[in-house]
């Protein structure tokens, strides 16, 4: 009886494996470029605006099993930007430190806005150029907005925080102004008292 109790958790759990590890390779794009595969996503997944994020690149070329693709870092930059917006930023991407995971690769970002984001992955794998471009909502998920996260109550948005510190260095600036403009008034006036003084004090002398 035990031995068929554990036969059939054993079933179970190497169906569930086989269930679970499709719905993962999801969040991520897999493409072969030339010889080699590049797969690509977010570092961190489900990704979240305000949050540390960044590329997750792993290079390889396919086989049972793939051969990793070392020494990247030196070859390869990403292009990260915003969808909809004219804002990017390239940086190189840096080998991840685990010795267990080679061939894994990855670029800083944290993101301040939820939304679609673009890779673009390019330079040359041992030699060959290559120019890739992955953007998420398509094989690997947008970023979502951190509100969806935030309990018991929402943190302020990025923007919003941004927009507040402006309008305070606004007001700052012009309190600066008036209060400039109200020392010149007074260094006027006080001239003018002493200018004053010395008049009547002269018209005082020739009585």
Do not use: C
Not at 49 to 56: A, F, P, R, S, V
Not at 69 to 75: A, D, M
Not at 93 to 113: E, F, K, M, W
């Amino acid at each position: 009886m035990f031995r068929m109790w554990f036969g059939a958790v054993a079933l179970a759990l190497t169906i569930g494996s086989f269930v679970v590890l499709p719905a993962r390779a999801l969040a991520h794009e897999s493409r072969d470029v030339g010889k080699y595969q590049m797969v690509v996503g977010f570092f961190v997944e489900p990704a979240y605006e305000g949050q540390k994020n960044g590329l997750d690149l792993r290079v390889r070329v396919p086989g049972t099993p793939p051969t990793p693709v070392l020494g990247l870092e030196k070859t390869l930059q990403v292009e990260v930007s915003y969808v909809g917006v004219d804002k990017k930023i390239t940086k190189p991407v840096r080998a991840v430190s685990a010795a267990n995971d080679p061939g894994h690769y990855t670029a800083d970002v944290l993101p301040t806005q939820a939304g679609q984001y673009r890779f673009r992955i390019f330079g040359t794998v041992d030699g060959q150029q290559v120019n890739e471009t992955f953007t998420s909502g398509e094989k690997f998920s947008n970023v979502e907005k951190a509100s969806v996260l935030t309990f018991p109550d929402e943190l302020p948005q990025v923007r919003s925080i941004e927009g507040a510190a402006n309008d305070a260095q606004t007001s700052a600036d012009a309190a600066a102004s008036a209060a400039s403009n109200a020392r010149v008034l007074a260094i006027a006036a006080l001239a003018l008292a002493v200018i004053a003084s010395g008049a009547a004090l002269r018209a005082t002398m020739r009585r």
